[in-house]
């Protein structure tokens, strides 16, 4: 299988900051990557598609990068709505898996 | 609007079996691929298992094959996840998730909780 290792994982930040989540493939997984965004209770939400593409009606702060095995996901300004666990999913090999989450939270 | 619910989570002993749903609206239930995910309390989340628009191709993570089968009923835009000889570690929320055609999962279902316990 496919080891997703993301980091940090958590974070201390301020509104307004800017954030960075990184996830490292074992293996190339060309853009086959998504990037989801969890909050308590609550199923995930999907923010970044093919590794770069934004999920219809999410912020255009949040943005991703990355191909082959190296992914980022960047929150540019941090807004209090985006305290939440994030996690990203190879979607290129089966099974597929996720990291191991990054939790960001208020400072 | 997509809309997905699961049902059927419970409470089961160790070594029995459960079954679980998801119920399907707001799109060609049939023309997508759909998956299942669950969450351990307080927990990462895992990829438990997939199958194709049609049935034809399921795909499974290692800590379930053998174990659990992923079925679907077109007829009635429904997803299935059959648990058999279930272990304390498979407690978790089960989410389905909707297939994206090759980018991914993008919708998800609100979750079914299911407890393994004596």
């Known amino acids: 299988d496919i080891q997703m290792t993301q980091s940090p994982s958590s974070l201390s930040a301020s509104v307004g900051d800017r954030v960075t989540i990184t996830c490292r493939a074992s293996q190339g997984i060309r853009n086959a990557l998504g990037w989801f965004q969890q909050k308590p209770g609550k199923a995930p939400k999907r923010l970044i598609y093919?590794?770069?593409s934004l999920q219809s009606g999410v912020p255009s702060r949040f943005s991703g990068s990355g191909s082959g095995t190296d992914f980022t996901l960047t929150i540019s300004s941090l807004q209090p709505e985006d305290f939440a666990t994030y996690y990203c999913?190879?979607?290129?090999?089966?099974?597929?898996?996720f990291g191991q989450g990054t939790k960001v939270d208020i400072k | 609007q997509v809309h997905l619910v699961e049902s059927g989570g419970g409470v089961v002993q160790p070594g029995k079996s459960l079954r679980v749903s998801c119920s399907a609206s707001?799109?060609?239930?049939?023309?997508?691929?759909m998956h299942w995910v669950r969450q351990a309390p307080g927990k990462g989340l895992e990829y438990v298992a997939f199958i194709s628009f049609d049935g034809t191709n399921k795909q499974y993570a290692e800590s379930v094959r053998g174990r659990f089968t992923v079925s679907r009923d077109n007829s009635w835009d429904t997803l299935y996840l059959q648990m058999n000889i279930v272990r304390p570690e498979d407690t978790a929320v089960y989410y389905c998730?909707?297939?994206?055609?090759?980018?991914?999962?993008?919708?998800w279902g609100q979750g079914t909780t299911v407890t393994v316990s004596s």
């Open positions: 998730a909707k297939g994206d055609h090759g980018y991914g999962m993008d919708v």
């Open positions: 093919s590794s770069s």
């Open positions: 999913l190879q979607h290129n090999t089966y099974p597929w898996t």
């Open positions: 707001g799109f060609t239930f049939r023309s997508n691929g």
